[in-house]
Every structure is written in structure tokens, then in C-alpha cells.
């Protein structure tokens, strides 16, 4: 007889939905993962920004270089009063209004355009300039640092002395380099004309240029304050000075003689803990600095604060070992 073939029904099998337990170990798991990475993920974007700092500082070393060889010395940190003509400076800094070493830098970090519309004084005006539409309200890219928050948009965040209507620097020139220390009154000290074949007694890689400084400086909370200073890379004035080592907040010497560079702060917070009369960066590990030979390197916010004034004093005579 033939057979005769039976089929059985296939059993399907049953599809087991995830129970509230698995479900919280799995969002657990992944939160976790998450909790390690964003780190990480920060981490590298702020060794990002720290290596564009660096890169801007660099720029700033060689364009230093370059205008020391063109005009046979260093640009002076400031006029004396940001109306004032700087009459004391060597000849190629000369008859220039409320100019600051970087506004003297401009042609030699590709902003020609912006030098020769200036025409010898700040108060140019510029068309679509943000703020009072001069000069000194042109944000500029080279003088900022990607990781410094204080002032966005590139501008000073308050309205003490009118600074919001100008652009901020997030770098600083040395006023042991840039000035003239020994000069008799503070108008004169802040116009140094150093020369980088005669100036640095001390050896161009031990000679401090360039430092970080925050856009806007406070340590009231209060933005808006009269006490909130800013770091404005084309104000003459006293207290808005790109300058450091002054170490008074009002950015004016007040005493002949080199000073003795105060230690710089390290990622304070930009309106409660700042100290204007102090350089300042962004960065937890430690400051970036131009170095008088054009290079760039980094300095521990644990520096010994006599090796930290040695390194910004030009011609003291100190040796300076690993650092």
C-alpha cells in the first residue's frame, strides 16, 4: 500500500518581548558608555582648539619677526592715551592714533585692507563694522582663541567704558619687551621700540612675546560692572591694554623699572574669579605663549612663579633651566 504522508502543523515560535528589567540594564548600559565617551569626545574637541591657539600665536611670532626686520624693531605696546600721537617710539611707529602693537601688526596677518583704511588713527570709520563701525570694533580672527568664552562674537561683554562697541584679543604683548620700563613717566614706558638682535640678553628661546589673556575680566559677576576690565586688541587706553605684566589692573605703570611678572591665571571664571592685573588662559593644563625666537610652546600652571618672571624679563641675566 502506499503511504500516506501526514504533515503536522509547524509550530511557530513564540517572540519574547523585553521585560522592564532587561530594558534598565540595557538604558543603564548605555548611559554608561555614553558617560565615557562624551569625556573623551571634549577632550578632543578642546585639544582641537588648544592646537588652533597655538597655531595663532605662531602666526603672531613670525608676523613679529617680520615687522621687527621691516621696521628695525618691535611696534611699542601702546600709545599713551588712545587720542594721543605716539611721538616717542622709534620712527616707524610714529604719528599713529590710539594704535596698540597688534593694530601695528595688521598688515603682516592678512589684514592689509583694514591697516590702510586706518589710515594712522582707530577711529576709521569702517563700513558694517559691527558696534560703533570703526576700526576697533573689526573682530579679528588671528587675535582670538577658539577656547576662550568670555566674549562672544568676538566682542567685549560690557558696557563699562564703552567696551562692548569694541573688539576683544584673547593674546597679550609683554610689557617688559614692548615698553620701555625705564622710561621717566607711564606715557613713555608703554612706548618701547626693542630690537630682537639687541634686546634679549637673555636668549630669544627664554624670552616670553606673547601670552593669553581673557577677551573681558571680572570678579564682581557682574558683567556690566565698573570693575569688569576687557582685553581690546586695538584700545590704547589704560585699562583695556592688550598688554601683560604691567601687573596693575589699570594697565599703567606706575613705577620705572622692569617688574617682576606676575604669575598668570589658569582658566579662572572669566566674571568672578579674573584678575585683570594678571595674564590669563583658557586651558586647565597651563598658558601658551610666543616665544622670541617665533616658536610656541606651553608652560604648567604649576610654573615656579620666579622662573615664570625670569622668562618674561628680557635682560636680567638669570639663568633659566628646564622649565
Known amino acids: 500500500m502506499p503511504r500516506t504522508l501526514s504533515f503536522l502543523p509547524l509550530r511557530r515560535s513564540a517572540r519574547r518581548a523585553f521585560t522592564l528589567v532587561e530594558l534598565l540594564v540595557v538604558i543603564a548600559i548605555i548611559g554608561t558608555l555614553v558617560g565615557l ?4 569626545v571634549q577632550a578632543a574637541r578642546e585639544a582641537a582648539r588648544n592646537m588652533s591657539c597655538k597655531n595663532q600665536l605662531k602666526q603672531l611670532g613670525i608676523a613679529l619677526h617680520s615687522i621687527n626686520e621691516a621696521k628695525r624693531g618691535l611696534p611699542p605696546a601702546a600709545a599713551p592715551a588712545s587720542r594721543e600721537l605716539i611721538t616717542l617710539a622709534g620712527n616707524g611707529y610714529r604719528n599713529y592714533t590710539g594704535f596698540t602693537a597688534f593694530t601695528f601688526l595688521l598688515p603682516y596677518v592678512e589684514q592689509n585692507t583694514l591697516f590702510d583704511l586706518a589710515n594712522r588713527t582707530v577711529y576709521t570709520p569702517v563700513p558694517n563694522a559691527p558696534g560703533a563701525g570703526t576700526i576697533y570694533s573689526v573682530s579679528i580672527p588671528t587675535f582670538l582663541c577658539p577656547s576662550e568664552a568670555s566674549s562672544p562674537g568676538g566682542m567685549g561683554a560690557t558696557t563699562s567704558g564703552g567696551a562692548r562697541e569694541w573688539a576683544v584679543g584673547n593674546y597679550a604683548v609683554n610689557y617688559n619687551v614692548f615698553g620701555n620700563p625705564v622710561a621717566a613717566t607711564p606715557e613713555a614706558r608703554m612706548q618701547g621700540n626693542a630690537r630682537l638682535s639687541q634686546t634679549f640678553l ?6 616670553v612675546l606673547v601670552a593669553e589673556r581673557y577677551g573681558t575680566c571680572g570678579s564682581s559677576g557682574i558683567a556690566d560692572d565698573s570693575s569688569t576690565n576687557g582685553n581690546l ?3 590704547s587706553n589704560s585699562r583695556w591694554r592688550p598688554v601683560f605684566c604691567v601687573n596693575e589692573t589699570s594697565q599703567s605703570p606706575s613705577a620705572a623699572g622692569y617688574t617682576t611678572c606676575a604669575t598668570f591665571q589658569v ?3 572669566w566674571i568672578r574669579e579674573c584678575d585683570s592685573s594678571r595674564a590669563q588662559t583658557p586651558h586647565v593644563g597651563g598658558m601658551n605663549v610666543t616665544l622670541a625666537d617665533a616658536s610656541v610652546r606651553g608652560v604648567g600652571g604649576d610654573i615656579d612663579p620666579a622662573t615664570w618672571a625670569a622668562v618674561c624679563h628680557p635682560c636680567d641675566g638669570k639663568t633659566v633651566g628646564d622649565w
Not at 37 to 40: K, Q, S, V
Open 233 to 235: 586688541w586695538s584700545d
Open 267 to 269: 582658566s579662572p571664571n
Open 202 to 207: 637673555d636668549g630669544t628661546t627664554h624670552t
Open 37 to 40: 565617551l562624551l569625556p573623551a
